[in-house]
Protein backbone atom coordinates (compact mmCIF):
# COMPACT_ATOMS: atom_id res chain seq x y z
CA UNK A 1 0.00 0.00 0.00
CA UNK A 2 0.96 3.19 -0.49
CA UNK A 3 -0.06 6.36 1.59
CA UNK A 4 0.39 9.72 0.06
CA UNK A 5 2.21 11.91 2.12
CA UNK A 6 0.81 15.09 3.07
CA UNK A 7 2.27 18.53 1.44
CA UNK A 8 4.20 19.52 4.39
CA UNK A 9 6.31 16.88 4.63
CA UNK A 10 6.43 17.00 0.94
CA UNK A 11 7.71 20.63 0.93
CA UNK A 12 10.23 20.04 3.37
CA UNK A 13 13.92 20.70 2.56
CA UNK A 14 15.94 17.85 2.65
CA UNK A 15 17.13 17.38 6.75
CA UNK A 16 20.90 19.00 6.34
CA UNK A 17 22.64 16.39 8.21
CA UNK A 18 21.02 13.47 6.70
CA UNK A 19 23.06 13.77 3.74
CA UNK A 20 26.31 14.24 5.43
CA UNK A 21 25.80 11.36 7.82
CA UNK A 22 25.16 9.60 5.19
CA UNK A 23 28.76 10.79 3.51
CA UNK A 24 30.33 10.07 7.12
CA UNK A 25 28.99 6.67 7.03
CA UNK A 26 30.66 5.39 4.09
CA UNK A 27 33.70 6.62 4.94
CA UNK A 28 33.82 5.03 8.35
CA UNK A 29 32.72 1.86 6.96
CA UNK A 30 35.93 2.35 4.33
CA UNK A 31 37.91 2.32 7.53
CA UNK A 32 38.72 6.46 7.42
CA UNK A 33 39.60 8.01 10.45
CA UNK A 34 36.95 10.45 10.19
CA UNK A 35 36.69 13.37 12.57
CA UNK A 36 33.38 14.76 12.34
CA UNK A 37 33.18 18.40 13.32
CA UNK A 38 29.51 18.52 11.77
CA UNK A 39 26.87 18.57 13.96
CA UNK A 40 26.70 21.21 17.25
CA UNK A 41 26.53 18.75 20.07
CA UNK A 42 28.87 18.80 22.58
CA UNK A 43 31.70 15.66 23.40
CA UNK A 44 31.95 16.51 26.82
CA UNK A 45 29.35 15.03 29.90
CA UNK A 46 26.80 16.96 31.66
CA UNK A 47 28.73 18.07 35.18
CA UNK A 48 28.12 15.40 38.01
CA UNK A 49 26.31 17.56 39.89
CA UNK A 50 23.97 17.86 37.46
CA UNK A 51 23.30 14.08 36.68
CA UNK A 52 23.34 13.10 40.52
CA UNK A 53 20.63 16.10 40.82
CA UNK A 54 18.80 13.46 38.13
CA UNK A 55 19.70 10.68 40.15
CA UNK A 56 18.47 11.47 43.29
CA UNK A 57 14.91 12.19 41.87
CA UNK A 58 14.18 9.72 39.44
CA UNK A 59 13.64 7.56 42.98
CA UNK A 60 10.96 10.00 44.12
CA UNK A 61 7.59 8.67 43.10
CA UNK A 62 6.00 11.56 42.50
CA UNK A 63 7.95 12.48 39.84
CA UNK A 64 6.74 8.66 38.02
CA UNK A 65 3.34 10.78 37.12
CA UNK A 66 2.67 13.09 34.51
CA UNK A 67 4.04 16.62 34.83
CA UNK A 68 2.69 19.54 34.08
CA UNK A 69 3.01 21.22 30.83
CA UNK A 70 3.85 24.43 31.80
CA UNK A 71 6.81 22.92 34.00
CA UNK A 72 7.25 22.64 37.94
CA UNK A 73 6.52 25.83 39.97
CA UNK A 74 10.43 25.37 41.46
CA UNK A 75 11.70 25.05 37.49
CA UNK A 76 10.21 28.03 36.52
CA UNK A 77 11.41 29.79 39.49
CA UNK A 78 14.84 28.79 39.00
CA UNK A 79 14.13 30.01 35.42
CA UNK A 80 13.11 33.11 36.29
CA UNK A 81 16.30 33.40 39.21
CA UNK A 82 18.51 32.37 36.55
CA UNK A 83 17.46 35.23 33.93
CA UNK A 84 17.54 37.87 37.38
CA UNK A 85 21.17 36.70 38.02
CA UNK A 86 22.66 36.64 34.50
CA UNK A 87 20.71 39.68 32.48
CA UNK A 88 19.19 41.76 35.42
CA UNK A 89 15.51 40.71 33.82
CA UNK A 90 12.58 40.27 36.08
CA UNK A 91 10.36 37.34 35.41
CA UNK A 92 7.14 35.85 37.20
CA UNK A 93 7.39 32.59 36.97
CA UNK A 94 3.97 31.53 36.78
CA UNK A 95 2.81 33.86 33.37
CA UNK A 96 6.14 34.41 32.33
CA UNK A 97 8.02 31.58 32.12
CA UNK A 98 7.34 28.26 30.13
CA UNK A 99 9.30 24.70 30.39
CA UNK A 100 10.16 23.01 27.25
CA UNK A 101 11.18 19.81 25.82
CA UNK A 102 14.55 21.21 24.45
CA UNK A 103 14.45 24.29 21.66
CA UNK A 104 13.91 22.60 18.84
CA UNK A 105 10.28 21.45 20.11
CA UNK A 106 8.85 24.73 21.25
CA UNK A 107 10.61 26.45 17.91
CA UNK A 108 8.76 24.04 15.58
CA UNK A 109 5.43 24.53 17.77
CA UNK A 110 5.46 28.08 18.64
CA UNK A 111 3.93 29.02 14.82
CA UNK A 112 0.76 26.80 15.71
CA UNK A 113 -0.53 29.65 18.19
CA UNK A 114 -0.31 32.33 15.44
CA UNK A 115 -0.04 31.53 12.05
CA UNK A 116 -3.57 30.43 10.46
CA UNK A 117 -2.68 30.62 6.00
CA UNK A 118 0.34 30.86 3.90
CA UNK A 119 -0.67 34.95 4.00
CA UNK A 120 0.73 34.95 7.55
CA UNK A 121 4.57 35.58 7.33
CA UNK A 122 7.42 34.71 9.21
CA UNK A 123 10.50 36.41 8.89
CA UNK A 124 13.66 34.39 9.47
CA UNK A 125 16.81 35.03 9.16
CA UNK A 126 19.08 33.08 6.54
CA UNK A 127 21.85 31.25 6.83
CA UNK A 128 20.11 29.88 10.23
CA UNK A 129 18.69 27.09 12.14
CA UNK A 130 16.64 25.39 9.64
CA UNK A 131 13.58 24.93 12.09
CA UNK A 132 12.40 28.49 12.38
CA UNK A 133 11.46 27.84 8.73
CA UNK A 134 10.11 24.39 9.19
CA UNK A 135 7.72 25.45 12.44
CA UNK A 136 6.21 28.10 9.99
CA UNK A 137 5.75 25.38 7.15
CA UNK A 138 3.77 23.26 9.53
CA UNK A 139 1.80 25.34 10.72
CA UNK A 140 0.63 26.87 7.36
CA UNK A 141 2.21 30.26 6.87
CA UNK A 142 4.77 31.41 4.22
CA UNK A 143 8.77 32.21 5.61
CA UNK A 144 10.33 35.52 4.38
CA UNK A 145 14.01 35.20 4.24
CA UNK A 146 16.41 37.88 6.07
CA UNK A 147 19.77 37.54 4.86
CA UNK A 148 22.42 37.18 7.32
CA UNK A 149 25.65 38.75 5.25
CA UNK A 150 29.18 39.61 6.18
CA UNK A 151 28.66 43.59 4.94
CA UNK A 152 25.42 43.24 7.41
CA UNK A 153 27.83 41.65 10.06
CA UNK A 154 25.65 39.03 9.69
CA UNK A 155 22.24 40.77 11.26
CA UNK A 156 18.98 41.49 8.85
CA UNK A 157 18.65 44.53 7.05
CA UNK A 158 15.08 45.55 8.90
CA UNK A 159 15.07 48.48 6.49
CA UNK A 160 15.26 45.90 3.51
CA UNK A 161 11.87 44.43 4.43
CA UNK A 162 8.99 45.73 2.40
CA UNK A 163 6.71 47.40 4.30
CA UNK A 164 3.88 45.26 3.06
CA UNK A 165 5.59 42.04 4.29
CA UNK A 166 6.52 43.44 7.31
CA UNK A 167 2.47 43.86 7.69
CA UNK A 168 1.97 40.78 6.91
CA UNK A 169 4.04 39.59 9.29
CA UNK A 170 3.22 37.73 12.69
CA UNK A 171 7.13 36.54 13.82
CA UNK A 172 10.30 37.60 13.85
CA UNK A 173 13.15 34.93 14.87
CA UNK A 174 16.87 36.15 15.62
CA UNK A 175 19.43 34.26 17.10
CA UNK A 176 22.66 35.64 18.64
CA UNK A 177 24.81 34.37 19.50
CA UNK A 178 24.18 33.30 16.13
CA UNK A 179 24.44 29.17 14.55
CA UNK A 180 25.94 29.35 11.98
CA UNK A 181 27.77 32.02 11.51
CA UNK A 182 28.91 32.55 15.07
CA UNK A 183 28.04 36.84 14.64
CA UNK A 184 27.01 38.82 17.88
CA UNK A 185 24.14 41.13 18.04
CA UNK A 186 25.33 45.14 19.38
CA UNK A 187 23.10 46.37 22.00
CA UNK A 188 21.46 49.06 19.07
CA UNK A 189 20.15 45.94 16.96
CA UNK A 190 17.75 44.97 19.48
CA UNK A 191 16.50 48.53 19.98
CA UNK A 192 15.83 49.33 16.55
CA UNK A 193 14.44 45.56 16.44
CA UNK A 194 12.12 46.51 19.39
CA UNK A 195 10.94 49.70 17.21
CA UNK A 196 10.37 47.64 13.79
CA UNK A 197 8.38 44.55 15.65
CA UNK A 198 6.65 47.65 17.37
CA UNK A 199 5.52 49.87 14.54
CA UNK A 200 4.20 46.21 12.40
CA UNK A 201 2.79 44.49 15.36
CA UNK A 202 5.12 40.89 15.39
CA UNK A 203 5.89 39.22 17.74
CA UNK A 204 10.21 39.22 18.27
CA UNK A 205 10.90 35.37 19.16
CA UNK A 206 14.85 35.24 20.21
CA UNK A 207 16.49 32.37 20.07
CA UNK A 208 19.08 32.46 22.55
CA UNK A 209 20.53 29.03 22.69
CA UNK A 210 24.10 30.20 22.82
CA UNK A 211 23.91 33.39 25.10
CA UNK A 212 26.14 31.44 28.07
CA UNK A 213 29.00 30.10 25.04
CA UNK A 214 30.80 33.29 25.07
CA UNK A 215 34.73 33.76 25.18
CA UNK A 216 37.57 36.56 25.72
CA UNK A 217 34.94 38.10 28.42
CA UNK A 218 31.94 38.82 26.25
CA UNK A 219 28.41 38.62 28.10
CA UNK A 220 25.52 38.41 25.81
CA UNK A 221 22.98 40.17 26.65
CA UNK A 222 19.21 38.98 26.68
CA UNK A 223 16.84 40.46 23.98
CA UNK A 224 14.36 41.34 27.10
CA UNK A 225 17.00 43.61 29.19
CA UNK A 226 16.37 46.03 26.40
CA UNK A 227 13.05 48.53 27.07
CA UNK A 228 10.04 47.55 25.47
CA UNK A 229 11.27 43.88 24.46
CA UNK A 230 8.53 42.20 27.23
CA UNK A 231 5.80 44.21 25.66
CA UNK A 232 6.35 42.47 21.95
CA UNK A 233 8.37 39.04 22.52
CA UNK A 234 9.56 36.29 24.15
CA UNK A 235 13.45 34.76 24.70
CA UNK A 236 13.92 31.09 23.82
CA UNK A 237 16.87 28.97 25.66
CA UNK A 238 18.04 25.80 26.31
CA UNK A 239 19.90 24.19 28.66
CA UNK A 240 21.59 21.77 25.49
CA UNK A 241 24.88 24.04 24.97
CA UNK A 242 25.17 25.18 28.03
CA UNK A 243 25.49 22.77 30.67
CA UNK A 244 26.20 19.65 27.58
CA UNK A 245 22.76 18.67 27.87
CA UNK A 246 21.84 18.65 24.24
CA UNK A 247 20.56 14.69 25.15
CA UNK A 248 18.12 15.37 28.05
CA UNK A 249 15.70 17.73 26.17
CA UNK A 250 14.92 20.65 28.69
CA UNK A 251 14.87 24.72 28.29
CA UNK A 252 12.56 27.76 28.94
CA UNK A 253 10.63 30.15 27.06
CA UNK A 254 10.69 33.54 28.84
CA UNK A 255 8.97 36.71 28.23
CA UNK A 256 5.64 38.59 27.57
CA UNK A 257 2.32 36.45 29.74
CA UNK A 258 0.17 36.76 26.44
CA UNK A 259 2.18 35.04 24.43
CA UNK A 260 3.56 32.45 26.88
CA UNK A 261 -0.39 31.93 27.47
CA UNK A 262 -0.63 31.57 23.84
CA UNK A 263 2.42 28.86 23.44
CA UNK A 264 1.54 27.18 26.96
CA UNK A 265 -2.09 26.01 25.59
CA UNK A 266 -0.21 25.12 22.35
CA UNK A 267 1.63 22.67 24.27
CA UNK A 268 -0.65 21.35 27.23
CA UNK A 269 -2.20 20.49 23.92
CA UNK A 270 0.62 18.47 22.12
CA UNK A 271 2.58 17.47 25.05
CA UNK A 272 2.64 16.65 28.92
CA UNK A 273 5.59 18.37 29.78
CA UNK A 274 9.39 17.30 30.54
CA UNK A 275 9.98 14.66 33.36
CA UNK A 276 10.16 16.09 36.54
CA UNK A 277 13.11 14.32 37.06
CA UNK A 278 14.88 16.13 34.34
CA UNK A 279 13.64 19.66 35.31
CA UNK A 280 15.10 18.46 38.88
CA UNK A 281 18.71 18.23 37.26
CA UNK A 282 17.73 21.49 35.43
CA UNK A 283 16.97 23.48 38.66
CA UNK A 284 20.52 22.40 39.43
CA UNK A 285 22.11 23.18 36.95
CA UNK A 286 20.31 26.84 36.55
CA UNK A 287 21.00 27.39 40.53
CA UNK A 288 24.75 26.98 40.88
CA UNK A 289 27.32 28.90 41.18
CA UNK A 290 27.55 28.12 36.97
CA UNK A 291 31.58 28.10 37.58
CA UNK A 292 30.50 24.39 35.09
CA UNK A 293 30.11 27.49 32.56
CA UNK A 294 33.21 28.99 33.03
CA UNK A 295 35.20 25.53 32.78
CA UNK A 296 33.09 24.75 29.55
CA UNK A 297 34.09 28.23 28.16
CA UNK A 298 37.81 27.87 29.08
CA UNK A 299 38.07 24.53 26.67
CA UNK A 300 36.16 25.85 23.86
CA UNK A 301 38.33 28.73 23.86
CA UNK A 302 41.61 26.70 23.32
CA UNK A 303 40.32 25.31 21.20
CA UNK A 304 38.35 27.93 19.19
CA UNK A 305 42.27 29.37 19.34
CA UNK A 306 43.97 26.25 17.98
CA UNK A 307 41.47 26.04 15.38
CA UNK A 308 41.54 29.43 13.63
CA UNK A 309 45.26 30.19 14.21
CA UNK A 310 45.59 27.02 12.44
CA UNK A 311 43.36 27.57 9.59
CA UNK A 312 44.63 30.77 9.11
CA UNK A 313 48.39 29.61 9.05
CA UNK A 314 46.85 27.60 5.99
CA UNK A 315 45.84 30.64 3.83
CA UNK A 316 41.66 29.75 5.20
CA UNK A 317 40.47 32.94 6.19
CA UNK A 318 38.73 32.90 9.58
CA UNK A 319 37.73 35.14 12.09
CA UNK A 320 37.67 34.91 15.64
CA UNK A 321 34.13 34.06 17.06
CA UNK A 322 33.64 35.84 20.35
CA UNK A 323 30.63 33.31 21.15
CA UNK A 324 28.97 30.21 20.24
CA UNK A 325 31.42 27.12 19.40
CA UNK A 326 31.41 27.07 15.64
CA UNK A 327 34.03 28.57 13.41
CA UNK A 328 32.55 30.32 10.42
CA UNK A 329 35.09 30.35 7.68
CA UNK A 330 35.43 30.91 3.85
CA UNK A 331 35.93 28.81 1.58
CA UNK A 332 38.93 28.58 -0.56
CA UNK A 333 38.90 30.48 -3.98
CA UNK A 334 37.71 28.04 -6.63
CA UNK A 335 35.74 26.10 -4.17
CA UNK A 336 31.74 25.86 -3.56
CA UNK A 337 30.65 25.30 0.11
CA UNK A 338 29.55 21.81 -1.91
CA UNK A 339 32.60 20.90 -3.40
CA UNK A 340 35.27 22.22 -0.43
CA UNK A 341 33.30 19.53 2.25
CA UNK A 342 33.47 17.25 -0.09
CA UNK A 343 36.96 17.52 -0.38
CA UNK A 344 37.90 17.80 3.13
CA UNK A 345 35.47 14.36 3.86
CA UNK A 346 37.22 12.48 0.80
CA UNK A 347 40.64 13.83 1.14
CA UNK A 348 41.32 14.59 4.94
CA UNK A 349 38.14 12.72 6.58
CA UNK A 350 36.98 15.48 7.79
CA UNK A 351 33.23 16.31 8.13
CA UNK A 352 32.17 19.63 8.18
CA UNK A 353 28.60 21.51 7.08
CA UNK A 354 28.62 23.23 4.08
CA UNK A 355 27.44 26.85 4.51
CA UNK A 356 24.75 26.93 1.59
CA UNK A 357 23.26 23.98 3.72
CA UNK A 358 21.93 26.94 6.24
CA UNK A 359 20.58 29.01 3.10
CA UNK A 360 22.03 30.16 0.41
CA UNK A 361 23.26 33.46 1.24
CA UNK A 362 25.89 30.75 3.16
CA UNK A 363 27.02 29.68 -0.22
CA UNK A 364 31.09 30.50 0.43
CA UNK A 365 31.49 29.07 3.86
CA UNK A 366 31.73 26.25 5.79
CA UNK A 367 31.29 25.56 9.39
CA UNK A 368 33.17 23.83 11.83
CA UNK A 369 31.94 22.98 15.24
CA UNK A 370 34.46 22.82 18.43
CA UNK A 371 33.28 19.14 19.72
CA UNK A 372 36.71 17.20 19.70
CA UNK A 373 39.86 17.83 21.73
CA UNK A 374 42.78 20.19 20.96
CA UNK A 375 44.96 17.80 19.15
CA UNK A 376 42.37 16.14 17.11
CA UNK A 377 41.48 20.05 15.68
CA UNK A 378 45.62 20.50 15.15
CA UNK A 379 45.20 17.19 12.87
CA UNK A 380 42.14 18.63 11.24
CA UNK A 381 44.60 21.39 10.30
CA UNK A 382 47.25 19.09 9.59
CA UNK A 383 44.97 17.18 7.46
CA UNK A 384 43.72 20.33 5.32
CA UNK A 385 46.85 21.20 4.55
CA UNK A 386 47.85 18.54 2.77
CA UNK A 387 44.36 17.88 1.42
CA UNK A 388 44.36 21.56 0.37
C1 LIG B 1 21.35 23.85 19.42
C2 LIG B 1 20.39 24.92 19.07
C3 LIG B 1 19.19 25.04 19.77
C4 LIG B 1 18.89 24.20 20.99
O1 LIG B 1 18.26 23.07 20.68
P1 LIG B 1 17.65 22.13 21.81
O2 LIG B 1 16.44 21.61 21.12
O3 LIG B 1 17.33 22.92 23.02
O4 LIG B 1 18.68 21.07 22.07
C5 LIG B 1 18.32 26.07 19.44
N1 LIG B 1 18.64 26.94 18.48
C6 LIG B 1 19.79 26.88 17.81
C7 LIG B 1 20.10 27.91 16.80
C8 LIG B 1 20.68 25.84 18.06
O5 LIG B 1 21.82 25.78 17.37
Not at 190 to 201: G, N, S, V
Not at 227 to 236: R, T
Not at 294 to 312: A, K
Request: glycine letters at 8%; a negative charge; proline letters at 7%.
Amino acid sequence: MIFEKSERLKKLPPYLFVELDRKKAEAVAKGVDVIDLGIGDPDLPTPDFIVDAMAKAIKNPAYHRYPSSQGMARFRESAAGFCKKRFGVELDPSSEVCCIIGSKEAIAHFPLAYLNDPEDIVLVPTPGYPVYHIGTLFAGGTTWYMPLTQENDFLPDLDAIPPDVARRAKIIWLNYPNNPTAACAPEGFFTKLIEFAKEYEIIVCHDAAYSEMTNDGYKAPSFLEFPGAKEIGVEFHSLSKTYNMTGWRIGFVVGNSEIISAMKQVKSNVDSGQFEAIQEAAIAALDSDQSCVQDMQTIYQERRDTLVSGLRSIGLEAPIPKATFYVWAKVPEGYTSADFCSMALEKAGLVCTPGNGFGEPGEGYFRMALTVPTERLQEVVERLKKAI
